[in-house]
């Protein structure tokens, strides 16, 4: 018959007594482990996917919005900008590898990116199995889509036109076959499809009325900025200005072919750049003399997530603020419902003094109970927070592609734990003055 | 076993009450009579060493409790007395059978179970060990409140008014079950009580 033993029976035997002292404990607990775990998820998966990039280069617009598509694949590109002025970046001495990339198309709701091989060096992307892209039309598919959409190796894709799953056409006539599958890698690599960047410009060059009006206008909708670079008008302009000696038609494949040998390099056109520089230098001067001197735009990936989260970060604060609080007034309604109990059970408290306990063991009475409130609050606490980054983490996955982690406990939650802990221990103390105080004869004979 | 010198109690601005003294021999069986209010439960809190004596000594077989700290005394009382209250006191999560074994587990660590259903056998409790004691008859709950009382064998069991709800077939019984109990663990008995139905069942008696 151990102390801790009275304590749980105790505890269980008015057990709305125990629900109610231990809701305030759980919601705040569970708020706070939640935002905790969110917030640095979001973080770590932030810094994983823009740490490879130091600036990219695109068309001019919002540059967040520019880091947000070209670098997180989570929005519409800004527009394209041409290919050759694109190359005397590249060649620029500050600058140490520069990666085009290109995309508008998708399968399913999943990115397909034209880029160059150095993308997978990049973000340390490797095959899971098969290979990488040789030719055009040819697929690497990130270790997500492939598990989530049940791609195999020589499997053939259709894509369509927009980076929403529904709405856009499909390009039927131009399928694409998966020829490698990369590792889980945690960065946004694991949510697209992978090819050449030729694969991209050729998709879309048949632009001879297919794209119709009716896709110009959600191509509109879509991007939402008059600088509006996208395929169709891509497209359009190609069959505007380019190619004047071409007359083709959709199903004229020879033409598509010289077509493509023909496509000039100052006519080619990619969405964006992603530049990892030399030395600091270039972090200094390369994004001014970008956004001073060209019609293109530089965006320094970690200075606009940065801002982004010191945006998000300040609604982390209060979430937290509001949770510490929480936790407090749990702690006083442990304290209030600890208070109540001695003072329900004093005549139980005396009869054991007269069995020989002394005080100190009937602290520990009260200690045991509240402290077993306080762990199986923290517990269910955590369990709730858990379940609910599950319910949230679905939610992401299914709008941005991006999957939260579900970890174990993590240090934080521990001194969380601690935390509780001790507030429910001073709530004990305070609440078991009247211990002390007990006047054994009076409480039995007054009955 | 229980031996008692000029014993004096005052309550803080209160009254106070001188007891005669008692001498009763290990084994003896002793009844304290007296009407209302002439601090019969004061001496039995006194006797069982709940309440501090302002003056006078009571010794407990070999032990002047009178003398011991807080500490030995809570130990002390744990291990060598018994009480059987006037109200019945138990802890109500816990049921019969649990609240048996808390009553032998402190201080003495002792973990009987035969002598646990032994007891429980003889005061006709053994169907009810499993129920909470809330459950159980006003005449089961004092059968438990005797078992209390003595499951740990005491040195001197001390009984305030345990026969005052009763009627006389009950008193009787509770009676016979407290002397015969305390027969059979070697305990001393002092049963406080303004009943006079009591009386002819004590030889040794002290009147207040």
């Not at chain 1, 009325?209 to 169709?232: A, M």
């Not at chain 1, 600091?280 to 735009?297: A, D, K, S, W």
């Not at chain 1, 709730?384 to 991006?402: C, D, H, P, T």
């Not at chain 2, 129920?131 to 008859?137: G, R």
């Amino acid at each position: 018959m151990k102390l801790g033993f009275i304590a749980y029976k105790n505890m269980v035997s008015k057990p709305l007594n125990m629900v109610l002292s231990l809701l305030l404990l759980v919601l705040s607990v569970s708020l706070v482990t939640f935002v905790l775990q969110l917030s640095k998820q979001l973080n770590g998966q932030m810094d994983k996917n823009i740490s490879p990039v130091d600036m990219v280069v695109g068309a001019k617009g919002s540059p967040l919005q520019l880091v947000l598509s070209s670098v997180l694949h989570i929005d519409s590109p800004t527009g394209n900008i041409k290919l050759n002025e694109a190359e005397q970046i590249i060649k620029h001495p500050f600058v140490d590898s520069a990666i085009p990339v290109s995309y508008g198309d998708n399968y399913r709701g999943y990115r397909i990116l034209g880029t160059d091989p150095a993308y997978f060096e990049r973000y340390e992307a490797v095959l899971q199995q098969g290979r990488l892209y040789k030719t055009t039309f040819e697929l690497v598919a990130g270790s997500a889509v492939a598990l989530k959409l049940g791609l195999k190796i020589g499997g053939k894709v259709v894509s369509s036109h927009g980076l929403a799953a529904a709405g856009g056409e499909a390009h039927d006539d131009k399928p694409y076959t998966i020829v490698g599958i990369l590792e889980p890698s945690g960065t946004v690599v694991d949510q697209l499809l992978i090819c050449n960047l030729k694969s991209v410009w050729d998709a879309h060059d048949h632009g001879d009325g297919t794209h119709g009006d009716e896709e110009h206008r959600e191509d509109e909708s879509n991007l939402g900025n008059e600088e509006g670079n996208d395929h169709t008008q891509e497209n359009e302009r190609h069959h505007d200005q380019g190619d004047k000696e071409h007359d083709h038609t959709p199903d004229d494949d020879e033409h598509h072919h010289e077509e493509e040998h023909d496509l000039h390099d100052e006519e080619k056109e990619i969405t964006s750049l992603l530049v990892k520089f030399k030395n600091p230098i270039g972090l200094v001067q390369l994004p001014r003399f970008i956004n001073e001197n060209t019609n293109m735009q530089a965006a320094l990936p970690g200075f606009e997530i940065q801002r982004l989260m010191g945006l998000l970060g300040s609604g982390v604060k209060t979430l937290n603020g509001i949770a510490m609080a929480i936790l407090l007034v749990s702690g006083f309604s442990i304290f209030i419902s600890l208070l109540k109990t001695i003072r329900e059970r004093r005549q139980e408290l005396a009869l054991l003094r007269t069995y020989g306990l002394g005080t100190r063991k009937l602290l520990f009475l009260v200690l045991f109970e509240g402290l077993f409130l306080a762990f199986i609050g923290f517990l269910l606490g955590w369990v709730l927070g858990r379940l609910a980054l599950i319910l949230v983490s679905k939610y992401i996955e299914a709008a941005y592609g991006y999957v939260l982690q579900i970890n174990g406990p993590e240090f934080v939650e521990l001194l969380l734990l601690g935390a509780t802990l001790l507030i429910a221990i001073i709530a004990v103390f305070l609440a078991s003055t009247s211990i002390f105080k007990l006047n054994i004869s009076k409480t039995l004979g007054d009955a | 076993m229980v031996k008692t010198d000029g014993l004096h109690f005052q309550y803080p601005g209160g009254e106070a009450f001188d007891f005669p003294n008692i001498d009763l021999s290990a084994k003896d069986h002793l009844a304290v009579l007296g009407p209302s209010g002439v601090g019969k439960t004061t001496l039995l809190h006194l006797l069982s060493g709940i309440l501090p004596a302002s003056s006078g000594t009571i010794f407990i077989g070999n032990t002047e409790i009178t003398s011991l700290d807080r500490k030995a005394l809570d130990k002390f009382r744990g291990s060598h007395i018994g009480l059987v209250f006037q109200r019945y006191h138990f802890v109500k999560s816990l049921n019969v059978e649990e609240n048996l074994q808390l009553r032998q587990y402190f201080p003495s660590k002792l973990k009987d179970k035969e002598r646990r259903e032994a007891i429980a056998e003889r005061l006709g409790l053994k169907a009810h060990l499993k129920k909470k004691v809330t459950q159980l008859s006003q005449g089961q709950q004092q059968r438990v409140s005797i078992a209390l009382g003595l499951i740990h064998k005491p040195k001197v069991v001390f009984a305030d008014e345990p026969t005052s709800n009763l009627d006389d077939v009950n008193c009787e019984r509770v009676l016979g079950l407290l002397k015969e109990e305390a027969k059979l663990c070697g305990s001393s008995l002092v049963i406080i009580t303004h009943d006079q139905r009591v009386t002819e069942h004590f030889k040794n008696q002290v009147v207040l």
